[in-house]
Structure formats: structure tokens, C-alpha cells
């Protein structure tokens, strides 16, 4: 007989057969030992096993299945009968969507076209949507407003709209101006106070703008508020130092015309510089009339300035005396001169018969003329006439010295008398030298007249008076008139009386060549 031994499983050792049963039975696992010994044994448990296995996994199978389809049923139940469920996708898009639908509604009805609302979060209420609408009425804003901006309605009262109007507050702006602010500038509601807003006036404050001041700037201009600190707004200041407008004057100019720092100086003021400077204004005289005209370069170049200079060449303003002009009146670069030239022309012609020439000349000498009202120059050119002055006569007067239209009419009678009573000379002599009517009676006609009286000079009106104080006083040292003096007119603007330099003016290390990058 032929013995077969199994050396692996000599010792004793324990099969342990975990059967699967339901969760909520509790089970002790189930020993089966075997006996090394016994061969024949060993087989037939082995045989015994090996039957075992297949029923447990058999009924492995059923109990989960069993469980399976018991908890399914259960769930099935369970949601069938609970007190909370939770909507589906679908359910939520088309309770959004009902909602939106409802304050689209509403908006409709008080005459706002939502139209561009579409991609905006909005309120999930007409109630809360109305106390938005309620709200913006109460600040001045009407629906045409909102039409024109209407995703001012995503901005929340709570949350938006109160701590960006308490800010404006009490930066101080005021209340009689704040729906044109937000007219202008709706933008502002979106802004964070922290984030946006402070920074800003913070800048402004730099920029040496008085805190008094800083409201009046943005009532002015609140669209500033939305721009960033090292873009435009800086740009535009350095290239206006680097040009000579003087540091100590920039938070003036600002507070005057705060729309330079929206302004691209490669495309706004650059361009505006370089060409009054063609037309032969000296860079720093440019600056200076920024310095007290700011707003000139608001005058859009191409538009209006341009298009003025070549009106003024057309009724013979000569070219030469274009500088003059400018700096005399900066104001003649945004006045529309197609209209009010050929008006003044055609005025000033049926009153003192004058020609096209004759208008030019009056031009060059008093730019104002072109916004001159027509009844106080009627009325001066009737106290002329008055005077004694023939037609002729006026028109040389108002020719040589077109101030004379313009100025205080009591003042002109004073002098007048003075001129005809204690001087005693020809109206020839005013014709001459009408400028007369300019100077002071008190402060230089009587004293000066009074001391070449009592030395007993005879001198021409211009002598006299076209000087001054120290060069009066240099003439009457002299033992005779010389005649090139007795010849000399009255003084024409000066354009270097602009550029006198200033002592606390610091030089600027801005480059000149600019670049062109702030195109961009």
C-alpha cells in the first residue's frame, strides 16, 4: 500500500470560514480543525470542505442580494414619505429663471428696458428690486438715468450704494450735486470705499490739492474716481512740470480744471503744446497760460482750435500777431469763430464804418471784441461822437485803441474833462493816441501832466505817458525832447511778461522726448 504524505499540513491548524450573513445578525466564526494522523480522514474532510465552500458563496450571493434589494425598497419608501427633498437641477433653473422673469416684469412696467440685465445678478424679488429703483428715485435719479445705465440696478442698497454715498459725504461733497455725480459717473455705486475710492482722493491729496478742495474736484470731474493711480493721472502732471508749469501750481490747476488727469498726453496735451508752439508761443509761455487757463486743453485741437486759427487768418488777423492774440485771450481757442466773426464784422461795420482790414487790426490789439455785446459798444461810440469826434475820428479811436469800447464809461468822462479843461489840447491829440482813455486819471495823468507843466515841456500824449514811472522820471532829467521818443505809439502786448522767471520754480528731470507709449 502506498502511503502519500502531506508534509505542509503535519501540524494541527484551524480553517476558519467566515460565512456572509446580514449585517444585523451577530455571528461567531465557525472552527473546523483537522488531524494530521489520519489520512483517510484528512481526505474526506477535505472532500467536506470543498462541498461547503460553493453553498457558502452560494448563500453569500443571496443574503447580498436579499440586503440589496431590501435596502433599495427601503430608500424607495424612505423618499417617497420624507418631510424634505432636495429640487433637481432643472427645478432650480426654472424657479431662477421664473424669478428673473417676474422682476423683468416689474422693470417693464415702470418704463426700464432690461435688456442688458441679462447676464447680471439680480435680485431674486420685485421687492427687493423695487427698494433699489426706490432708492435711486430718492437720490434725483429718473428712469431715462437708469436706461442709460442700467446695470446700476445689480448694485444692493445695503452693501453698494449707502457706504459709497456715506463716503462722498464726508469727503463733503454736496447733496445739491450729487444726482449730476451720479449721472456723470454711475460707476461709482460698484466701487469698494477701501479699495477704489480712498486710494484716490488719497492721490489727490498729493497732487497738492487743498482737502477743502478735494469735493469741488471730484463735483467737477468724478469720473477721476475710476481711474488708476499710475496711468493717465500721472503722466499727464509730469509731462506738465516737464514743460515748466511750476510744481507749486499743479494742485491749483488741478482743483481749476481736474479733467487733465483723465487727459492722454500723447494724444490731448502734447499735441495742443506743440502746436500753439508752431504758431509761435514759446513752450514756457504755454505753460503759463495752463498755469491760469487750465481749460484751454480742453479745447479739442483738431475740432475747434484749428479751425478757429485758420477763421482768424481769413478776416486778416495777420499771422504774426496769431501769439499776441492767444496770449491775450485764450478763450478765442474754443469760442466758435465760424459763427461770431462774420456777426462782429458785419456789427462793427455799421457802427463805425469800419473795413475787413479795420476789423483784423481791432482783433489783433483786443481779441475780446469777438464776445463784445453789442450795447456797450454802442453806447461808447455814442459818448465819442458826443465828444466831438466825427465818424472818421471814432474809427481811428476804436482802430488804434479798440479798449476804449470796453471801458468804464464814467471813468472815460472824468478823464475826458480833464484832458479838455486843465490840459487844454486838440482832440487831434487823442486821435493820435487814444490809449489815453487807459491810464489812470489819478495815479498818472495829473501828476505827470502837473510836473511837464511846471517845467514847461510841450510833449506828445504817447511821451508822456507810454512809460514807465522810473522812465518818466529818467525824462525829466532831460534838458530837451528827443523826437524818436515824441514818436513813440501805445505799447503793444508783451509777450515776455509771461515767461518772467519764477524764484521758487524747481527744474524738472522729465524727459522731452515723450513717449509714445500713453498712446496705447
Not at 255 to 275: A, D, N, S
Not at 363 to 383: G, N, R, T
Request: hydrophobic share 40%; proline share 6%; glycine share 6%.
Amino acid at each position: 500500500m502506498k502511503i502519500i504524505s502531506y508534509n505542509r499540513i503535519i501540524n494541527p491548524s484551524f480553517l476558519l470560514i467566515n460565512h456572509e450573513l446580514p449585517s444585523n445578525t451577530f455571528h461567531r466564526p465557525r472552527l473546523i480543525s483537522t488531524s494530521a494522523p489520519s489520512i483517510s480522514s484528512f481526505n474526506m474532510r477535505k472532500k467536506d470542505m470543498m462541498m461547503t465552500l460553493p453553498c457558502c458563496f452560494a448563500t453569500r450571493a443571496g443574503l447580498s442580494s436579499s440586503v440589496k434589494a431590501d435596502t433599495y425598497s427601503g430608500s424607495r419608501k424612505q423618499k417617497s414619505s420624507s418631510f424634505y427633498t432636495h429640487p433637481s437641477l432643472l427645478e432650480m433653473k426654472n424657479e431662477k429663471a421664473a424669478n428673473r422673469a417676474r422682476v423683468y416684469e416689474f422693470l417693464r412696467a415702470v418704463g426700464i428696458v432690461p435688456d442688458e440685465l441679462d447676464g447680471l445678478e439680480l435680485p431674486v424679488t420685485v421687492e427687493i428690486m423695487r427698494e433699489r429703483v426706490d432708492f435711486l428715485h430718492k437720490l434725483g435719479v429718473t428712469i431715462e438715468d437708469i436706461n442709460n445705465y442700467p446695470l446700476v440696478l445689480g448694485c444692493s442698497v445695503k452693501k453698494n450704494m449707502i457706504p459709497v454715498l456715506d463716503y462722498l459725504g464726508k469727503l463733503g461733497v454736496r447733496k445739491s450735486t450729487l444726482t449730476d455725480f451720479l449721472r456723470r459717473y454711475p460707476q461709482v455705486l460698484h466701487a469698494s470705499v477701501v479699495v477704489d475710492l480712498a486710494p484716490v482722493v488719497k492721490y489727490l491729496q498729493g497732487m497738492d490739492i487743498k482737502p477743502n478742495d478735494i469735493p469741488r474736484v471730484l463735483e467737477k470731474y468724478p469720473e477721476v474716481l475710476g481711474f488708476k493711480l499710475e496711468g493717465t493721472m500721472s503722466t499727464s502732471v509730469a509731462y506738465l512740470v516737464g514743460i515748466g508749469v511750476a510744481r507749486r501750481e499743479i494742485g491749483g490747476v488741478l482743483t481749476r480744471y481736474p479733467e487733465i488727469l483723465g487727459m492722454r498726453v500723447g494724444r490731448v496735451i502734447k499735441p495742443f503744446v506743440e502746436y500753439l508752439e508752431v504758431l509761435g508761443i514759446p513752450r514756457l509761455a504755454v505753460a503759463r497760460l495752463i498755469e491760469k487757463h487750465p481749460h484751454i486743453l480742453g479745447f479739442g485741437l483738431q475740432e475747434r482750435v484749428k479751425p478757429n486759427i485758420k477763421s482768424l487768418l481769413q478776416f486778416h488777423v495777420r499771422e504774426t500777431a496769431l501769439p499776441s492774440v492767444i496770449a491775450q485771450y485764450p478763450e478765442i481757442l474754443g469760442i466758435d469763430m465760424e459763427a461770431k466773426l462774420p456777426s462782429q464784422l458785419e456789427f462793427l461795420s455799421s457802427v463805425i464804418e469800419s473795413s475787413r482790414e479795420d476789423f483784423g487790426r481791432v482783433v489783433e490789439k483786443m481779441p475780446q471784441i469777438i464776445s463784445l455785446s453789442k450795447a456797450p459798444v454802442v453806447k461808447h461810440v455814442d459818448f465819442l461822437k458826443g465828444c466831438g469826434f466825427s465818424s472818421e475820428q471814432v474809427r481811428e479811436l476804436v482802430v488804434g485803441c479798440p479798449q476804449v469800447l470796453a471801458l468804464n464809461l464814467d471813468i472815460m468822462k472824468h478823464s475826458f474833462e480833464y484832458f479838455k479843461t486843465t490840459m487844454a489840447r486838440p482832440l487831434e491829440d487823442l486821435v493820435a493816441f487814444p490809449a489815453f482813455f487807459t491810464y489812470g486819471l489819478e495815479s498818472t495823468i495829473k501828476p505827470r501832466h502837473k510836473r511837464i507843466a511846471e517845467k514847461g515841456l510841450k510833449c506828445s500824449l504817447a511821451w508822456l505817458l507810454n512809460c514807465s514811472d522810473e522812465k518818466f522820471d529818467q525824462r525829466m532829467s532831460y534838458d530837451f525832447i528827443d523826437m524818436e521818443e515824441m514818436e513813440v505809439g501805445e505799447s503793444s502786448f508783451d509777450m515776455n511778461t509771461l515767461m518772467e522767471p519764477r524764484n521758487d520754480e524747481s527744474a524738472s528731470d522729465y524727459d522731452d522726448d515723450y513717449s509714445e507709449d500713453d498712446n496705447v
